[in-house]
């Protein structure tokens, strides 16, 4: 399932966020890995993240460095910046009360139990 | 088929930061960069319309085609088919855009406030050009002669009735002359008995007899004939310096009326005036008194024929030469009270008591004046609006007195006229102004209520937003003489009764042998009632001192100092400090102007 690319517009950054939570990555590793992880929810091609990824470093919350991959290409790792952390951690309360919001109206969560 | 690697190529690709240090890297080259890639021709394709669309700096496009190159490979070393991360690449040209308005995001702060001025600079220069060329698609139509309005009580007179041309003869005769860049006349007709020049001002005088007994003549004579415009007649050529009008910015049928050297008559009409009066002293020296006589009427005649076009201007130099008039005249009943025959004296009294100075013939003038300013600089969509098309009222601008124009405010116009309130909005805000000051003007002074006249709500508007004074800069210009008329008037009626009281006072004395105990007793043998003082709405004051009877009018300050007159700062009387030309709201209590202003007899200035 594609989403609403408004909602895209929102979800995305949060869910780029969290992926560099653990530790750095470069650009087709966050792509596999949100494709993945969100069961392709929030799959997105390179028109997306990358303006997306230097957004998010403009706004001073990701982090960028050249290095070379094991092919001996040159390769850009994306980190999460200490405001990065915050903002992601802003962002997580947030999405847990809308989610919360979401599931008591029976939109998300156990629609059985709506 | 490679692309070239030649010095010139790999120079022109090289960032200014690696020539600078001396190495030649070429490391600009996205096309190298794509084809030293291996990638697939249709992947490299991709990459370098994105790249190439998102117009971004040499430096930032490299960044960008380095990222996209490493995701195909990331992708292909992932196991996923090339075709497949082509088709999953989105569209090239949001792509472009997006990456384009992201990467100018991470550009440093100084290009970011250069470019934020950039864009606040083309916005106001966008606005700028759209009133600009607004103004330049209209034009104003310039379709009132309100030359034709002024000039109709002239142009109706029969040149064998007219006065204007006996006055100019008579000045030719005595040697007035314009042409040239001065004025020119023989002699200062300034000059009173006792002045160390009065020999030769009189001594002129005499020898011009002749053109004196012309401009009685011509005083005599009901109206002047005078043709205000923008060209030297034939005629006045004889006097006047050749003039083929003005330059005129606009088409229509003559130049804008504020243009003020258009009544050249008035000049060479004060100073006849003047030499009446100086006559009349001459012939008061003389014992003449018929002459002296004559010499007054004929003031009074020039007076007249001096305001026959209802401007503000002629109206103002009527006034002047009335006041220096009843200066006259009370020189010679001051001097020889016996002079002038009882006959004289009342037939000189009913002709003060007949002059009528009508407010709105000043001010309508002024009216006309400002309606063919805005037929000259609006449009007119035939239903009395229009919008400005030439906003910076240069013609106002040479009635306060400067004629600067600045850069700034050339450049200012179409922000100005765009700004500015239409044609209909503004003549309808003047007309309310003026109507009101017309009625102000003949309402009495002790009357005036400060808080609620003209010059307060201009003053309101002239202190209010700087959007409210643009929009009715051309009303704020304008509305600046109603005051001055309005005390010039009243200060001109002062007078008159003064010299009224004057004759009444001699008429009575001559046939009782003493003057009055109060000035009722010259009513109505010698008065027909007792002037008010024009300050305060009560009779004016009387009193007999050991030199003659004083009548006057408590002054601006409102207080009675017994017919004391103010003082300036040589102690010298100085009559015009009291009278209505200091009249305010705040004058009456200002100690400066303490003192009667004393209307007979008055302490003329010398």
Not at chain 2, 181 to 196: L, S, T, V
Not at chain 2, 365 to 381: C, E, H, K, S
């Amino acid at each position: 399932m594609k989403i609403e690319r408004e909602l895209m517009r929102g979800a995305g950054p949060v869910a780029v966020l969290k992926l560099l939570e653990p530790g750095e990555k470069y650009g087709y590793e966050l792509v596999k890995a949100l494709a993945k992880r969100s069961d392709g929810v929030l799959a997105m091609g390179q028109s997306t993240l990358y303006p997306m990824l230097y957004n998010l470093q403009a706004k001073g919350l990701i982090a960028s460095r050249m290095d070379k991959a094991e092919n001996g290409r040159p390769r850009k790792y994306y980190r999460l910046t200490g405001k990065g952390k915050k903002r992601l951690a802003h962002d997580t309360q947030q999405w847990q009360a809308v989610t919360a919001a979401m599931g008591a109206l029976g939109i998300t969560g156990n629609l059985q139990g709506a | 088929m490679g692309i070239a690697n030649n010095f010139r190529r790999r120079l022109w690709k090289t960032p200014l930061r690696d020539l600078v240090r001396g190495r030649i890297t070429g490391r600009l080259d996205i096309d190298r960069l794509l084809e030293e890639s291996s990638l697939s021709e249709a992947a490299a394709g991709k990459v370098r319309n994105v790249v190439k669309r998102t117009r971004l700096w040499r430096l930032e496009k490299v960044d960008v085609a380095n990222e996209l190159i490493a995701h195909f490979f990331d992708g292909i070393e992932g196991g996923t088919p090339i075709e497949e991360l082509i088709e999953n690449f989105g569209d090239e040209k949001q792509t472009a855009k997006l990456i384009r308005r992201a990467k100018k995001r991470q550009r440093p702060v100084v290009w970011q406030a250069f470019a934020w001025a950039r864009l606040c600079f083309a916005v106001f220069f966008g606005v700028y050009f759209v009133a600009a060329l607004y103004l330049m698609t209209g034009s104003p139509s310039v379709t009132t002669d309100y030359l034709v309005i002024l000039n109709r009580k002239a142009a109706g007179v029969p040149a064998d009735e007219a006065a204007w041309p006996i006055y100019r003869e008579a000045l030719l005769e005595m040697g007035y002359s314009e042409h040239g860049d001065d004025r020119k006349f023989p002699i200062d007709a300034h000059y009173r008995p006792g002045d160390e020049e009065w020999p030769q001002l009189s001594v002129f005088l005499t020898e011009h007899a002749g053109a004196l007994a012309r401009v009685r003549e011509a005083a005599d004579r009901e109206k002047s004939g005078y043709l205000m415009g923008f060209h030297t007649t034939p005629d006045d050529a004889i006097i006047f310096e050749p003039w083929d009008g003005v330059e005129d910015p606009y088409s229509g049928p003559h130049p804008s009326l504020m243009r003020l050297d258009i009544l050249k008559n008035l000049g060479p009409m004060r100073l006849l005036a003047r030499l009446m009066s100086a006559d009349c002293a001459r012939a008061l020296e003389a014992g003449d008194a018929d002459t002296a006589y004559a010499d007054i009427l004929t003031q009074l005649g020039l007076a007249r024929h001096t305001a026959e076009q209802a401007t503000l201007v002629s109206g103002l130099v009527r006034i002047s030469i009335l006041a220096h008039t009843y200066k006259t005249t009370q020189e010679v009943l001051v001097s020889r009270p016996d002079l002038w025959t009882d006959e004289q004296l009342r037939n000189l009294a009913h002709r003060f008591a007949a002059i009528d100075i009508r407010p709105e013939d000043m001010l309508n003038g002024g009216r006309l004046y400002f309606y063919d300013y805005l037929q000259r600089t609006y449009t007119d969509d035939g239903h009395g609006g229009g919008r400005v098309v030439s906003p910076l009222p240069d013609d106002l601008q040479i009635i306060r007195g400067s004629t600067a124009k600045d850069v700034a405010g050339i450049a200012s116009r179409p922000a100005l006229a765009a700004m500015m309130a239409p044609r209909d909005e503004i003549r309808k805000m003047y007309d309310g102004l003026m109507d009101r000051a017309i009625i102000e003007t003949r309402r009495p002074l002790w009357l005036h209520d400060e808080s609620e006249a003209v010059e307060e709500t201009v003053e309101k508007l002239r202190q209010s937003s700087m959007r409210n004074r643009i929009r009715y800069m051309p009303v704020l210009l304008s509305m600046t003489f109603h005051s001055t008329v309005r005390t010039t008037l009243q200060t001109e009626a002062g007078l008159r009764d003064g010299v009224l009281v004057g004759i009444g006072l001699e008429l009575y004395r001559r046939e009782y042998g003493a003057w009055p105990g109060a000035l009722e007793e010259l009513v109505p043998g010698y008065l027909p009632g007792v002037p008010v003082d024009r300050l305060t709405g009560e009779a004016v004051r009387y009193l007999v001192t050991e030199d003659g009877p004083v009548v006057y009018s408590v002054g601006v300050d409102g207080d009675d100092d017994g017919g004391r007159p103010p003082v300036d700062q040589e102690s010298e009387p100085k009559n015009d400090m009291a009278s209505p030309n200091k009249f305010t709201g705040e004058a009456r209590s200002e100690t400066e102007h303490d003192g009667d202003w004393v209307l007979w007899p008055v302490p003329w200035e010398e």
